[in-house]
C-alpha cells in the first residue's frame, strides 16, 4: 500500500513539473471530439462535433522565429557572424521549394528590441525584399511598469521601422509579438520576466494585432487553452488574460484587443519509441524538424470553426544559435519542405500555403468574416505588407492574377 501511494505521489510530481495539468484535460477533451468526429458518431451525442470536411483543404503553415542573434550572451562579433550565415543560407534553403503559389518558404523573424543594431536587421530587411520573410517584435523585459514598457515598445517600434519592416494600419506601425521568456501578461506566479499586468491591452494600444507567444508548455504561462485561434475574453487588463478566450469562428466581428494564435501542443510518441513526449512544435537541435512531427503538427487541427478546410500549423523555433540554424537550414528542414510538397500539396486532398505571420492573422481575419476559397487570395486582407516587402507581395499577385 505504501509502495502504491508512494508511485503515484511521484507520478502527481512529475505532471506538476512539466506543467501538464494546465494544458492536457483541455488537449485530451480535443482529441475525444476529433475521434468522435473520425467515427462520424451520430448528432444526438451531447457534443457538438463538426464533421471533417470533404474534398480540397488548404494547410497555411509558418514558422516564427525568436530571432535572437545575441542568444546564450554570444559577443557582438559572434551575433553578426549568425546574421550573415542566415543572410546567405536562407535563399540557398528556399529557392528549392514552392507551395501551391509557387511561392518559397517564408520565415518569420520575431526580433529582441533589446538587441537592436542595424547591422542585425538590414540583412533580414534585403530577405524580406526578396520575398522570403517578414520581421516582427519580440522583447524580453523584467520588472516593468506600463510606461517603462511602453517606451521600450515605442523604441523597438521606432528602431524596426526605420529599415521599412514594420507594416502600417491605419496610420500607426501594425505588428505581431511573441513575448520574452512566455511570459506574456505577467504570467509567472513569481513575478519574473514582465511585471505588467494589463500588458495585453497596451500591446493592442501601440498597435500589436496578434500574439503568436503560444505554446510554451511545459513552462508555467501555458495556458490551459490548446491548438486554438481565439480572443481573450473578458477584461484584458488583469494578469494572464489569456486565460479565457472567446473561439475564433465564421462570422465572428473583429474585436478590439490581440488575436491569439497557437502552434500546435500535443501529447505524442517518437517513431519506434514507446516514451511520450511533449510536442510543442518548437525546432532545434535536439527536436530537429522530420515529416513524422509535421503529421503530428497537422493533426491537432487549427482552424477557425465553421471554416475546417483552412487549417492553421504555426511552428517556432530560436534559430540565430548555431546549432539551431543548421536544423532550420540544413537537410532536417530540407526534409520537412519535401514532406509539405509531397503530401500536404496535391491539389486534390491538400493544398499548401507558405505565409508570415502577418498573412496568417490576415488569412484568419478573412475566414472569420465569411471569405472561401483559397487562402492565398487574403494574404494582405486587413494588414498591408512592410515598405520592405510590397515589391515582392505585388509581384506575386501579378503571378497569380486570374
Known amino acids: 500500500m505504501i509502495a502504491r501511494v508512494r ?156 529599415h521599412g519592416v514594420i507594416a502600417q494600419y491605419r496610420g500607426q506601425p501594425a505588428w505581431a509579438f511573441i513575448h520574452g521568456n512566455w511570459c506574456l501578461a505577467n504570467a509567472r506566479a513569481d513575478g519574473r520576466w514582465c511585471g505588467v499586468d494589463d500588458e495585453m491591452e497596451l500591446l493592442y494600444e501601440l498597435g500589436c494585432y496578434a500574439d503568436l507567444t503560444f505554446p510554451s508548455a511545459p513552462d508555467p504561462c501555458q495556458p490551459h487553452i490548446v491548438n486554438s485561434i481565439y480572443y481573450p475574453r473578458g477584461d484584458i487588463r488583469r494578469r494572464r488574460a489569456y486565460e479565457d478566450g472567446e473561439l475564433a469562428h465564421v462570422g465572428m466581428v473583429r474585436r478590439d484587443r490581440l488575436l491569439m494564435i497557437q502552434g500546435p501542443l500535443a501529447i505524442t510518441r517518437r517513431p519506434g519509441k514507446a516514451k511520450v513526449r511533449i510536442e510543442g512544435g518548437a525546432l532545434d537541435a535536439k527536436d530537429p524538424p522530420t515529416p513524422a512531427r509535421l503529421h503530428h503538427w497537422v493533426r491537432q487541427n487549427v482552424t477557425i470553426a465553421g471554416r475546417p478546410d483552412w487549417v492553421f500549423v504555426k511552428v517556432h523555433t530560436h534559430g540565430a544559435p548555431e546549432g539551431n540554424a543548421e536544423a532550420v537550414l540544413g537537410e532536417n528542414m530540407a526534409a520537412l519542405h519535401t514532406a509539405l510538397r509531397e503530401h500536404y500539396n496535391d491539389g486534390i486532398r491538400w493544398q499548401l500555403h507558405y505565409a508570415t505571420a502577418r498573412e496568417m492573422y490576415n488569412v484568419a481575419r478573412a475566414a472569420m468574416d465569411g471569405q472561401t476559397g483559397s487562402p492565398s487570395l487574403y494574404f494582405d486582407y486587413e494588414i498591408p505588407p512592410p515598405a520592405r516587402a510590397r515589391a515582392a507581395a505585388s509581384a506575386t499577385k501579378l503571378a497569380h492574377a486570374p
Not at 476529433?34 to 483543404?57: E, F, T
Open 7 to 162: 508511485t503515484k505521489l511521484r507520478a502527481l510530481q512529475a505532471l506538476k513539473a512539466k506543467e501538464l495539468h494546465r494544458w492536457v484535460p483541455g488537449w485530451a477533451v480535443q482529441r475525444a471530439r476529433a475521434s468522435l468526429r473520425r467515427l462520424q458518431v451520430p448528432l444526438q451525442v451531447p457534443l457538438q462535433i463538426p464533421r471533417q470536411p470533404d474534398g480540397l483543404r488548404h494547410l497555411v503553415f509558418a514558422v516564427c522565429d525568436h530571432y535572437e542573434p545575441l542568444h546564450g550572451n554570444v559577443s557582438f562579433e559572434q551575433g553578426l557572424e549568425r546574421v550573415v550565415r542566415w543572410r546567405r543560407r536562407y535563399p540557398e534553403l528556399a529557392r528549392r521549394f514552392a507551395d501551391a503559389n509557387g511561392r518559397p518558404p517564408r520565415h518569420s523573424y520575431f526580433f529582441p528590441g533589446e538587441q537592436y543594431d542595424p547591422r542585425f536587421i538590414e540583412p533580414l530587411a534585403e530577405m524580406c525584399e526578396l520575398g522570403l520573410g517578414e520581421v516582427e517584435v519580440h522583447l524580453h523585459h523584467d520588472g516593468d511598469t506600463r510606461e517603462t514598457l511602453r517606451a521600450a515598445l515605442q523604441q523597438t517600434l521606432r528602431d524596426l521601422g526605420s
